[in-house]
Structures are given as structure tokens and as C-alpha cells.
């Protein structure tokens, strides 16, 4: 991997996930979208109705790729022929970068199909790590790794959730999908101050940002992802923007999915604080320099 790698970390804008229920607006509409995400494996085939479809949206828009059961975290060794298959498709959709999540969610060949959370060791830090390099290693891109939610907390983790995050990422040498929803959903669970873990990430290795809706029961929150963002994460993604400033952002809406012009307008709510983040930068680097005595 060369070492300008986060140099492809580029603010491509506000993106949506691609769905299925919009194909038919996307194709006959051509609406203005900054870029779509795509989840891997919806498209890790070797031909095929959405390999054509794909290659359709390909046309016409950018495309950022997003995996799901890449399990960085999971005792087991990586799967070669998934290796295979997603480098096929990362040359096909020429995604700048693959994301993934900081989770596990299989054991000796049977997988869970589900994200669940991993116990914030050294040890955790060095398996998960040599995992993420290797992908890494055989893609020739920069993998992104996305916090989870999570619902359970375990008594062996020597750390917190982001300095768990932090470990890992230098030692892969990484970047990061950072989903602030996922950070308030945890932090709600957990009782910890979610401005507190979006002021730990370091800036400079945030290649996206994935903001979500969340539901709230009478113990906990979950990640539902099936409406609009609620007020309390776009304030946490404010922050995370003033901080790290301007950087490609993506709803994720995937339950109860309406039309696609309600969730692209939701999408874009997310400029104001673009905006007002490239403004400051803006003003600060026309700020006159200090003339010392």
C-alpha cells in the first residue's frame, strides 16, 4: 500500500445506500446524487441481473462499496475466494476505498449474519489488526472500518470503545467509517458521553461518515435504521464535522424504506453542516497572519 493512502479519503458529498425499491426513480428519473454505497454482497457474483444493474448506476454515478460479513475481528482465518470475489468487484466499481465493520460474527466456518461487538483487548487489537492488513494488502485500496452499535459490554476489555478503535486503526495503519448513530445508540446503552469518543477519533483518518435513524425502547436503543435521523445524532454529527471537517457522508435508511426522494432529502440536510464546516476553514485560512514584534 503506498503511503499516501489516505489521500483517497476525498468529501465526495452526500451519498445514499442503493436499494432496490428506487432502481426504477434512479433509472428513469436520473436524479442528482452525489454518490451511492453499495453493500458487497449484494453484488459478489459472476453475472447476473444486478451486475447489470450495477453496471448501469456505474454509468452514471459514483459508487462506494460497503461489506458486511468481512468479520475482521473473528478467531478464523479470512476466506480467500471473498477476498477474490470483492477485489473482482472493487475493480469493476473502482471504489476509492472498502468499508467494513470493527465487529466478529463467525466461528469455525458458521457465521451469525449478525455485527456483534468485540471485548476491547490487546489481543482483540492484534488479531483484528493483522486481519485488516491483509485485506488491505490483497485489495490494493484503503479499507475504512465502521464502529458498530452495540447492546453488550464485556468484563475481559482493558479499554474504551474508542480507544479500542484508535489501537486498532494504527496498528492496521486504516482508516475509519465513523457512524456517529451507532456512537449515541452505544453510548445510551452504555451510559458514556458520545462527544467524548467523536473527540478521540483522530481526523485525519475519517474516510466517511454514516449517519441513521435509531428507535428508543424503555431500556435500551437500537439501530433500526427504518427513519429519519433524530435531532440528538445530527448534534453529534455537527461535531464530528466541525472537527474533522468537510468528509463524504451517507444515509443509511433500510427498514421501512419510503420514497427515494424522501430519503435523498433527508440526506441532504446534512450540507448545512458541510457548508458551515467549509466556511471555517475557509475563514480561518484567510485569517491574516500574526505579525510577532
Known sequence: MPANRFNNFTDYGVGIGLRVPHYEHIFSKKPVVDWFEI????YMIDDGRPLRLLDQILDQYRVVQHGVSMYFGSAQELNPDHLRR?????????TPWLSDHLCWGSVDGRYTHDLLPLPYTFEAVRTTAERIRQVQDTLEIPVAVENVSSYAEYHESEMTEWEFLNEVIHAADCGILLDVNNIYV??????????????????????????????KFEKYILDTHDHPVLDPVWALYARAIDRIGPTATLLEWDDNIPSFDEVHNEALKANKYLKAAADKIAAAANQPEEVLA
Open 39 to 42: 453493500i458487497s454482497e449484494n
Open 186 to 215: 452505544s453510548s445510551q446503552n452504555h451510559s458514556f458521553d458520545p462527544a467524548v469518543y467523536v473527540d478521540a477519533v483522530p481526523a485525519e483518518r475519517v474516510a466517511q461518515i454514516h449517519i441513521a435513524g435509531h428507535s
Open 86 to 94: 470483492i477485489k473482482e468487484l472493487t475493480r469493476r466499481t473502482k
